[in-house]
């Protein structure tokens, strides 16, 4: 086969069902919305990522919270059909054999993009080997190199064989697929017949690589003890890496692709600034992310739009013309939506709900930094709060890592609050929080919060996912809400807008709004005095709201404007000669 796609996108998970377990969360899922983007825009793009025959985890939680985590079972050729090419990679000296499957994701006119799902549980590998696409984010430091050899390596192998020899563009979705560079740079020396690696060289790679970073959090960046890399990497390699000088004590995969990619860009405006900050004196961008319309649009409100809106799905900017659906459509078809998630809530939890009461919704990756606990530091204020402003309910859905045990605690607070609460306020948390969940809590609660510590969310998507479905946010001013917060007209902001200026590491003081003290104030009286008294005392006002939430954030926070401003700055942009 010869292809002559041009494009070639590198992530280690890709979520595009929920059935297929191949992601854990934000990352994957923003990866297959940017692939459902460029098959809508007919871009020629091919994707690769690992198969993950296990998934990430399934998620279990007792009645304390306590979270326990079972393997994913799915049969992978129920979904994917085996493409017809073999590569091999070495790993600690040893050939370890790679098949990929191979799925698309089709645009309603027909266009696809392959996906390729790397594998390496074949008969010909040791039984340890099979193993190494088996868990997402899953083994050790040594399991999760090994796993970066076959997917960056690898992955670049396998569409060689494949027959894809006209790709321009490698984009890097994190660091994860950085060797990636090495195998193009060994490629380029090989064709060239160079032994060493020459300034022109490198310049080549560069100008063929785009690198998005995703997180200002260090533990979002891998680093690899020089010991395991020289012990794990084949001697090309490794000869490479310290030829370009891309290793100290220690492999960091994000200063490899830094090094090697000519364009290099954070995931929102305030991303952007964080990591010019902490990667000088590296020039890097900003395309904050989107999502896709017709993936995350529900039903009910997908039939309104299209009454309304003809081809919004082919261009969302005309979103903008929900402003002119009647406020009752609108009502309506939220409390319709509301309904199915609260029926949802029951059949999962056996919490009740009512469709009447302010229903919160909170679901994302649970970690320390995202504070998922924060609405509840003062219970008696909650309390009082839900008795004098009126009912509140809340739902909230998300998975720690199996090795974050700070992660698994705060589940267990939020348990905690809720049988506090019991005579008060509901509470339902969700368990194991995938793409299905996800669709029915941002198109179904009242209000979509989000706590962050600030500076360390890079963007966040699923507050554009639910402004897609007229759901404001109630947010601290970071990542993308910077950009799509106007107060009491898109959603409303908790605290003022300010970077922390002593970089991401230091806490902020207590007076500051971005400190934990003062962002919980914030948010218990903008729902006392602010967001309340309109839900319930001025609903017309408070669709308008939500209106809003679509024509402004829905409109334009898409994969559709996202992936056109990297076909101009990234993949487009004009070589440099030679």
Known sequence: MSDPRSLAYFSMEIGHSAAMPTYSGGLGVLAGDTISAAADLRLPMVAVALLHRKGYFRQGLDSSGGQTEESETWTVEEFLEEAPARVTVSVEGRPVAIRAWQYKISAPHGYTVPVYLLDTDLPANSAWDRTLTDHLYGGDGHYRLCQEIVL???GVRILRALGYHHLDRFHINEGHAALLTLELLLERLQTAHHREPTQGDVDAIRERCVFTTHTPVPAGHDRFPMEDVARVLEPPVLSLLRRLACVDSSLNMTHLALHLSGYVNGVSQRHGEV????????????????????????????????????????DSAVLRHVLRIPYHEVWSTHRQTKQRLLEF???QTGVEMDLNSFTIGFARRTAA??????????????????GSAGPIQLIYAGKAHPHDTGAKEIIRRVFHARDQLRSDVRLAYLPN????????????????????????????TSGMKAALNGVPSLSVLDGWWVEGCIEGVTGWAIGHDRLCERGVAERVDAREPGSRPAAARFLYDK????????????????VDVMKHAVAINGAYFSTHRMVQEYLVRAYYRRQTPG
């Not at 004196?281 to 409100?301: Q, S, Y």
């Not at 969940?437 to 600030?454: F, I, K």
């Open 152 to 154: 960056g390596i690898g």
């Open 275 to 314: 990591s010019r900050r902490l990667f000088s004196p590296h020039p890097i961008d900003a395309v904050t992310n989107g999502v896709h319309p017709r993936t995350w649009v529900a039903p009910l409100f997908r039939e309104l739009y299209n009454r309304y809106i003809p081809h919004w799905t082919e």
């Open 345 to 347: 809530v029951k059949r």
């Open 369 to 386: 930094y995202k504070r998922a606990d924060l609405l509840f530091d003062d219970l008696e204020r909650l309390r009082h709060i839900h």
């Open 433 to 460: 929080y995938d793409i299905d969940v996800c669709r029915l809590m941002t198109s179904g609660v009242d209000l979509w919060l989000n706590t962050p510590e600030p500076p360390l969310e890079a963007s966040g």
């Open 527 to 542: 729902l006392e005095y602010i967001i309340l008294p309109m839900f319930y005392r001025d609903t017309p006002r408070y």
